[in-house]
């Protein structure tokens, strides 16, 4: 009921769609961002990203798609090789260098390795589908439904694109660029690989959120990878809310709460203690009854 409240809540100081939420710090990324540091997040991302980001790492390989940095290094390579200084023109433009034949024979080998290594990714994230934590299914079943009520007219991909962006984007992106922060790759991180794993991220950010790159940008070679991918991350999003609501998959109520012998877990740290503690008092006008006879306010809140 809390995260219902806290769309809700959002949803209806939102005025231009459902897209504004990628665009504004709002309580919903940071539901999101959330899993990432509790249990059950933590947990997918190791068994999901794990693997895949350990064979990243091992290969260490260059993943450069610019086609003028392609070209200055062969000029080096060259110089270094040889002792003398290139012959090689040094003043040409992307265009010009991507005709390179070295170069083409180059970036066709790259896209390749890319391809091969965001299906890797791909496929780990959709086959992963029933291990997704289901508090974070719950939030994308109930955005959708409260945006599709709020904003009747709102295209079914603008609100995948939306959910993309925070289960990707939000949730998972975090793990395959700072790996390290989730104790996830075996070792210490090279710059070179950061920079694939960065390379990597912006390919899957674009596949989630289901658009393809522009002419002139470098991964543009991907867009034929992200097309062929498309149908079934649409089919991803569509079976990743079809969850039970939270009273059904917790099986309580109101009812049997009270005849439950075995009180129900609940892992809360000391920080969100402080923060839930600082929250109502900053609200305690409103929680309470002043009215009430002999009504005390700290009483009432933290007992």
């Given at each position: 009921k809390l995260f219902q409240l806290a769309i809700l809540n959002e949803i209806q100081h939102n005025k231009s769609g459902v897209t504004e939420f990628t665009e504004s710090d709002s309580v919903i990324p940071k539901m999101f961002i959330t899993y990432n540091k509790r249990k059950l997040g933590v947990e997918y991302l190791k068994n999901t990203m794990g693997p895949i980001l350990k064979d990243v790492?091992?290969?260490?390989?260059?993943?450069?798609m610019k086609a003028t940095m392609i070209y200055n290094k062969l000029i080096t390579d060259e110089e270094l090789k040889t002792g003398k200084k290139s012959t090689m023109n040094?003043?040409?433009?992307?265009?010009?260098?991507a005709e390179h034949p070295k170069v083409k024979e180059l970036l066709e080998?790259?896209?390749?390795k890319l391809t091969n290594v965001c299906q890797k990714f791909l496929d780990g994230i959709l086959n992963s589908l029933g291990n997704v934590p289901y508090g974070l299914r719950l939030i994308c079943k109930q955005m959708k439904e409260i945006s599709l009520d709020r904003f009747p007219k709102s295209k079914t991909e603008q609100i995948n694109q939306v959910i993309g962006y925070?289960?990707?984007?939000?949730?998972?992106?975090?793990?395959i660029v700072t790996p390290d922060e989730y104790n996830i790759g075996g070792r210490e991180l090279s710059i070179n690989v950061r920079k694939n794993l960065v390379v990597v991220s912006k390919i899957l950010q674009k596949a989630f959120d289901l658009t393809l790159f522009r002419k002139n940008h470098e991964l543009y070679p991907l867009n034929k990878w992200l097309e062929k991918s498309k149908p079934r991350i649409?089919?991803?999003f569509n079976d990743l809310i079809?969850?039970?609501?939270?009273?059904e998959y917790l099986?309580?109520?109101?009812?049997?709460?009270?005849?439950q012998k075995t009180s129900p877990l609940i892992i809360i740290t000391p920080a969100e203690i402080v923060e839930t503690h600082t929250l109502l008092n900053s609200h305690v006008a409103e929680l309470t009854d002043d009215k009430v006879p002999g009504s005390d306010k700290d009483c009432l809140l933290y007992t």
């Amino acid at each position: 009921k809390l995260f219902q409240l806290a769309i809700l809540n959002e949803i209806q100081h939102n005025k231009s769609g459902v897209t504004e939420f990628t665009e504004s710090d709002s309580v919903i990324p940071k539901m999101f961002i959330t899993y990432n540091k509790r249990k059950l997040g933590v947990e997918y991302l190791k068994n999901t990203m794990g693997p895949i980001l350990k064979d990243v790492v091992k290969e260490d390989i260059s993943y450069e798609m610019k086609a003028t940095m392609i070209y200055n290094k062969l000029i080096t390579d060259e110089e270094l090789k040889t002792g003398k200084k290139s012959t090689m023109n040094r003043t040409v433009t992307a265009d010009e260098a991507a005709e390179h034949p070295k170069v083409k024979e180059l970036l066709e080998d790259t896209t390749a390795k890319l391809t091969n290594v965001c299906q890797k990714f791909l496929d780990g994230i959709l086959n992963s589908l029933g291990n997704v934590p289901y508090g974070l299914r719950l939030i994308c079943k109930q955005m959708k439904e409260i945006s599709l009520d709020r904003f009747p007219k709102s295209k079914t991909e603008q609100i995948n694109q939306v959910i993309g962006y925070f289960v990707y984007y939000r949730f998972i992106n975090l793990a395959i660029v700072t790996p390290d922060e989730y104790n996830i790759g075996g070792r210490e991180l090279s710059i070179n690989v950061r920079k694939n794993l960065v390379v990597v991220s912006k390919i899957l950010q674009k596949a989630f959120d289901l658009t393809l790159f522009r002419k002139n940008h470098e991964l543009y070679p991907l867009n034929k990878w992200l097309e062929k991918s498309k149908p079934r991350i649409v089919e991803y999003f569509n079976d990743l809310i079809e969850v039970p609501d939270a009273e059904e998959y917790l099986q309580v109520d109101k009812y049997n709460e009270l005849t439950q012998k075995t009180s129900p877990l609940i892992i809360i740290t000391p920080a969100e203690i402080v923060e839930t503690h600082t929250l109502l008092n900053s609200h305690v006008a409103e929680l309470t009854d002043d009215k009430v006879p002999g009504s005390d306010k700290d009483c009432l809140l933290y007992t």
